[in-house]
C-alpha cells in the first residue's frame, strides 16, 4: 500500500474525491434519500446523514492514522481539507439539478434529496452549510484520532452504541412497550426515533460506562464471573436462553430469527461444500427448492396433492429426494474444478427453476402458480402456526445440522474434504478415493438445503418458483465467506448480519444486493478468512505472515 | 489419457449413459419433429436467422470471457454488467430524448454513432474500474478468491445502475430506416437483424486482426502465454491486462447496442443471462480463442432458437420456448462434461484449468 513518506497534499486530495464521489454515488441512487426515513434522534439525526457522512468519516480518520506523526496541525487541516473535498461532488449535483432537471435522468434525484443535501436552505446558504459542515465533520473525525486513547475510546464507544439503539428504536419500542406499557415508550422514544434528551443521556451513560472499563483494567480487575463457570453450566444456560428467546422477542422478532434459523441450515449446508470440500457451488438453492417441492407435493391439501402425508412423513422425503438430487449432480461435474464447476451448478439451479416454472411440469409442479394449501408441521394433532412454535422446529434442525458438522469437521471425512480442499491431486495420492468423498460433500450440503426448504414450504404454507432463484444462492454464499469459510460459528454470525439485520431495517431490502455485492468485495480485499476465521484459516494466514 | 482406477470407470459408464439418453432424446424429438412437420419451411428459416443474429450477439459478448479468461484464467463474471451499464447508460441520456425529439430519425447514423460511442465508454469505463478495484489486488490470490468478487461485482452493478436508473424496462427507440424486412439472396430477413449480423461480422474480424497483428495484441498474446516471461520482455503487463480488459468491455458496448436495435428494450438485469450464455458459447467454442467464440456463439444462438421448436416439440412436450434457458444450461453442462477444451480450444493444461 501507500508509504506514510510518500503521503502527500496530492494523496489528501484523491482521498478526498474518493470520498467525496463515494457519498455522490450513495446520494445519486436513492440509499442517502431512502435511509433518511428511519430517524436515530428525533429532528436531529437521521440514517441517512450517518451514510451521507461515513465515507467522510472513514477516510478523514483514515487519513489522519497515515500522517499521525506529523503535528497536529497537520491533521487537523488535512481532515478540513478532506471534508472540503467531499462536499464537492455533491455540491455540483445541487448546482446541476437546480439549473437543470436532471431526475428525468437519474430518477433517484429527487427533491428530498436535495433537501438533505442542502439542509432545507436554499441553494446558496446550503450550499455553504453543506461544506462548512463537511468541513467541520472532517476536522472532528481526523481531530479524534490525535486524542489519547482513554479519550478516544469512550467517545467512539458512547457514539457507536447511541447510534445503534437509535438505528433500532422501532423495534426496542415495540418490545418495550409490550414489558413496560406505552407512558414508559412515549418518553425515551418520539416518533420511533430516540428522545434528544435520551439520547443525550444514552451518551453519558455509555461514556461513564468505558470509563469505569478502562479504570478496571487498568487495576486488572475485569469482572468477568462467567469465566470460571463449569462448561456444561455455560451451555446449559445458553441452551435455555434459546429456549425461552420467543418468548422475549415477540412474534415479529421471532419470525426474523426463524428466517435466520433456515438461512443458518442452508449456510451450514453449503459450509461443508464450499468451506469444507472447496467446491464452489452457486446451484445451492436447486436443492432448497427440491426439499421444498417434495415436502409441497406430498403434504398439500389443494389439487396437486395425491397423498397429503403429514409434516413429519414428508420430511425425510423431501431431505431423501434433496440428497439424491445432490448425487445425482455430482456425478457429472466430479471432474470440474473451481470456476468450471461454479457456472454448471448455476446452470442447474437455472435448470430447476425453469422447469418448476415451465407448463410441461405444470400438472405436477403448479407452474407459476406454485402449490398452495401446505399444512404447518403438526404435534400430537396440535397445528404449529405461530412463528413462536415453528423456531423450536428450526432450532431442532439447526441444531442437528450444527452437531453434524460439527462432528464430521475432525472425523476422518472431514479431513478428506480438507485435503481435497487444499489439493485434489495430492489428495488423490494419499489415498483418498475423489469420487466417493465429493460426492458426500455434495450429497451432505444438499440434505441440509432440503431440510431447510421442507421446513421453508411448511412454515409458508406455499410455494412459488420465484422464490428459488439464484439470489438466495448468493445469499448464502455471502454469509458463509462473511462468517468465516469452513467456520461453524461464522455460519451463524454471518447469517445474523446478512438475513437477520436487512430484515429489521426494511429500507435496505431494495439495496441488500447492492450492499452483497460490495461486502463480497470488500470482504476478499481486506479480510478473506471472514469475521469468526476457522482454526485452518487462522493458521494458514499466519503462516502466510511469516512467510512474507 | 491412461485408465486410472476402477471406480473411474463406473463414472465413465454414468457419463455414457448420460450422453446418449440426451442425444437420443434429441434425435428422437427431432425425427418426431420433422415427421410432425408443425412449422412451414419459412418459419424455420426464420427462426435460423434470428439464431444466428442472437448468436452475432452471444459472440461479440464472449469474447470479454475469451480475453480475460486467455490472459488471467479467470471467469469474469461481471462482464454481462458490462454490456448492460453501456447501453443502459446510452438509452436513458441519449435514445430515449432523441427519440422523442425526432433527431434519431433525422440523423439516424449519426445518433447511433454517438449512442455506440457513449455506450462502449460506459462499459470500459465500468471495466477499467471493476479491474482496478476488485480484480488487480488479488491477482496473487487463490483462484476462488477473484471468482467471488467478480460475482461480488456483479450484483453491486446491478443494483447500482437499478438505483441509478430504477427499475423498469425502458423503452428504445424505434429507428425508421430500420423496421422492414430486405430480401438477401432470396430470403427476407429483418433488417435489424441483418444489421447485427453484419456488424458482429465487421467486429470478430477487425478484433482478430488487433489482436493477431497488431503490437498491442502481441503483448496481450504473450502475456497470455506466461506473465513473468512477458515482463522480462518489456511488455507492461498491467497494461495489456488492462487493455484486454478495455477490448472486451468495448465489444460488449457494441453488443449493448446491437442488443437494444433488436429488442427495443433495455433494463438494469438484462446483462445478467446474456452474460451466462456467452459464457457458455465462449466455452463452447474454446475458451480463450476468438474464432473458438465467434463460433460457439454462433452455435448457441442456433441451438437455442431452433432447439425448443426441433428437439422438444416433438417430444409433446407443451410451450418448448419456455425451456430455452434449460436447452444453453444442458449444452454448458455437456460440454464441459463431453469436451472440456471446446471445439476449437486446445486441451487445457491441468495447471491452467
Known amino acids: 500500500m501507500i508509504d506514510n513518506k510518500t503521503y502527500s497534499l496530492k494523496d489528501i486530495i484523491k482521498t478526498g474525491l474518493l470520498s467525496g464521489l463515494i457519498a455522490l454515488s450513495l446520494s445519486v441512487i436513492g440509499f442517502i434519500t431512502l435511509l433518511n426515513k428511519r430517524e436515530l434522534v428525533a429532528g436531529i439525526l437521521s440514517l441517512g446523514h450517518v451514510f451521507l457522512f461515513s465515507p467522510l468519516i472513514a477516510f478523514a480518520y483514515l487519513s489522519a492514522v497515515r500522517i499521525k506523526d506529523e503535528g497536529k496541525y497537520k491533521i487537523l487541516g488535512s481532515g478540513f481539507l478532506i471534508g472540503i473535498l467531499t462536499s464537492i461532488p455533491l455540491l455540483i449535483l445541487a448546482l446541476i439539478e437546480h439549473f437543470y432537471d436532471i431526475r428525468q435522468f437519474l430518477v433517484n434525484v429527487s427533491p428530498d434529496l436535495m433537501e438533505i443535501l442542502l439542509f432545507n436552505q436554499g441553494i446558496v446558504a446550503g450550499s455553504i452549510i453543506l461544506m462548512l459542515g463537511m ?28 447510534l445503534l439503539i437509535g438505528t433500532f428504536s422501532e423495534i426496542l419500542s415495540g418490545r418495550l412497550r409490550s414489558f413496560f406499557g406505552p407512558q414508559f415508550v412515549k418518553i425515551i422514544f418520539v416518533r420511533k426515533a430516540l428522545n434528544p434528551l435520551v439520547a443525550g443521556i444514552l451518551l453519558l451513560f455509555f461514556a461513564g460506562l468505558e470509563i469505569n472499563t478502562q479504570k478496571r483494567k487498568k487495576r486488572d480487575d475485569v469482572k468477568r464471573p462467567w469465566k470460571n463457570l463449569d462448561p456444561r453450566i455455560k451451555n446449559g444456560l445458553g441452551m435455555l436462553l434459546l429456549l425461552l428467546l420467543p418468548l422475549v422477542l415477540g412474534t415479529y422478532l421471532t419470525e426474523v430469527v426463524n428466517n435466520v434459523g433456515l438461512y443458518v441450515l442452508m449456510g451450514l ?87 418448476a416454472l415451465s407448463d410441461m411440469l405444470k400438472n405436477q409442479f403448479g407452474g407459476a402458480q406454485g402449490i398452495l394449501q401446505i399444512p404447518k408441521p403438526n404435534i400430537a394433532g396440535f397445528d404449529l402456526v405461530k412463528p413462536e412454535f415453528l423456531f423450536y422446529v428450526i432450532l431442532l434442525g439447526v441444531l442437528l445440522a450444527l452437531f453434524v458438522s460439527w462432528r464430521l469437521r475432525d472425523s476422518r471425512l472431514g479431513r478428506q474434504w480438507m485435503a481435497m480442499r487444499e489439493d485434489e491431486d495430492v489428495a488423490e495420492a494419499m489415498g483418498i478415493n475423489l469420487v466417493s468423498t465429493k460426492l458426500l460433500a455434495f450429497a451432505t450440503g444438499a440434505a441440509f438445503s432440503g431440510l431447510a426448504g421442507a421446513i421453508f414450504a411448511s412454515k409458508l404454507t406455499s410455494i412459488f418458483p420465484h422464490s428459488f432463484n439464484l439470489i438466495v444462492s448468493i445469499n448464502v454464499l455471502c454469509l458463509i465467506i462473511v462468517g468465516g469459510l469452513g467456520s461453524l460459528p461464522g455460519v451463524v454470525v454471518g447469517a445474523l448480519i446478512l438475513v437477520g439485520l436487512p430484515e429489521l431495517l426494511r429500507e435496505f431490502a431494495e439495496y441488500r444486493m447492492l450492499m452483497y455485492g460490495a461486502l463480497l468485495i470488500v470482504m476478499m480485499l481486506l479480510m478473506p478468512e471472514g469475521f469468526i476465521p476457522s482454526e485452518v484459516s487462522k493458521r494458514e494466514l499466519h503462516a502466510h505472515e511469516i512467510q512474507d | 489419457m491412461q485408465r486410472r482406477l476402477k471406480d473411474i470407470n463406473f463414472l465413465d459408464v454414468v457419463l455414457w449413459i448420460l450422453r446418449a439418453v440426451i442425444i437420443g432424446a434429441v434425435i428422437w424429438g427431432s425425427i418426431a419433429t420433422i415427421i410432425e412437420n408443425p412449422y412451414p419451411i419459412n418459419t424455420w428459416v426464420e427462426t435460423i436467422i434470428a439464431g444466428v443474429a442472437q448468436g452475432s450477439l ?34 436513458i441520456f441519449l435514445a430515449q430524448p432523441w427519440g422523442k425529439s425526432g433527431f434519431l430519425n433525422q440523423h439516424p447514423l449519426i445518433g447511433l454513432a454517438i449512442i455506440t460511442i457513449l455506450s462502449i465508454t460506459i462499459s470500459v469505463g465500468i471495466a477499467l474500474l471493476t479491474e482496478r478495484v476488485a480484480y488487480r489486488p488479488l491477482r496473487k490470490a487463490p483462484r476462488l478468491v477473484p471468482l467471488i468478487t467478480a ?5 453491486f452493478w446491478q443494483y447500482f445502475f437499478r438505483g441509478l436508473f430504477g427499475s423498469d424496462v425502458k423503452g428504445f427507440p424505434q429507428l425508421e430506416i430500420l423496421t422492414g424486412k430486405i430480401s438477401v439472396f432470396g430470403i427476407l430477413v429483418l433488417k435489424t437483424h441483418a444489421v447485427v449480423i453484419v456488424s458482429a461480422v465487421l467486429m470478430l474480424i477487425g478484433l482478430y486482426i488487433f489482436v493477431m497483428k497488431t503490437k498491442v495484441g502481441k503483448s496481450i498474446r504473450a502475456v497470455a502465454e506466461d506473465k513473468d516471461v512477458a515482463a522480462l520482455m518489456g511488455i507492461d503487463v498491467d497494461r495489456a491486462i488492462t487493455i484486454t480488459f478495455a477490448t472486451g468491455a468495448a465489444m460488449a458496448g457494441i453488443a449493448g447496442v446491437l442488443y437494444a436495435l433488436v429488442f427495443r428494450q433495455v433494463h438494469f438485469f438484462m446483462g445478467f443471462i446474456p452474460g ?20 460457439g456463439g454462433l452455435l448457441l444462438g442456433m441451438f437455442e432458437s431452433v432447439g ?44 491452467k484449468a
Open chain 2, 276 to 295: 451466462i450464455k456467452a459464457f457458455t458459447a465462449a466455452v463452447l467454442g474454446g475458451i480463450g480463442s476468438i474464432p473458438g467464440a465467434a463460433l
Open chain 1, 135 to 162: 468541513g467541520l465533520v472532517g476536522l472532528l473525525a481526523a481531530g479524534l484520532q490525535t486524542l489519547p486513547e482513554n479519550i478516544r475510546g469512550p467517545i467512539t464507544y458512547a457514539l457507536t452504541w447511541t
Open chain 2, 58 to 91: 452471444y459472440a461479440l459478448i464472449a469474447i470479454g470471457y475469451t480475453l480475460v479468461y486467455g490472459v488471467l484464467f479467470m471467469i469474469n463474471f461481471a462482464h454481462g454488467e458490462f454490456f448492460m451499464a453501456g447501453i443502459l447508460t446510452a438509452t
Open chain 2, 151 to 155: 460475482i461480488g461485482a456483479s450484483f
Open chain 1, 269 to 355: 449446508g453449503l459450509n461443508i461444500v464450499v468451506g469444507f470440500a472447496g467446491l464452489l457451488d452457486l446451484g445451492y438453492v436447486a436443492f432448497f427448492a427440491i426439499g421444498a417441492y417434495v415436502m409441497g407435493i406430498l403434504t398439500t391439501q389443494g389439487h396437486l396433492g395425491f397423498v397429503s402425508m403429514s409434516f413429519w412423513t414428508a420430511l425425510p422425503f423431501s431431505v431423501g429426494a434433496a440428497t439424491l438430487a445432490g448425487i445425482m449432480l455430482g456425478i457429472p461435474v466430479l471432474r470440474m474444478r473451481g470456476d468450471y464447476l461454479a457456472i454448471v451448478t448455476l446452470g442447474f439451479g437455472e435448470i430447476i427453476r425453469i422447469l
Open chain 2, 308 to 351: 425448443p421448436g426441433l428437439f422438444l416439440e416433438g417430444l409433446g412436450i407443451p410451450a418448448p420456448h419456455q425451456l430455452k434457458d434449460v436447452i444453453a444450461f444442458t449444452l454448458l453442462v455437456l460440454i464441459l462434461i463431453l469436451r472440456p477444451q471446446g471445439i476449437l480450444g486446445e486441451r487445457i493444461s491441468k495447471e
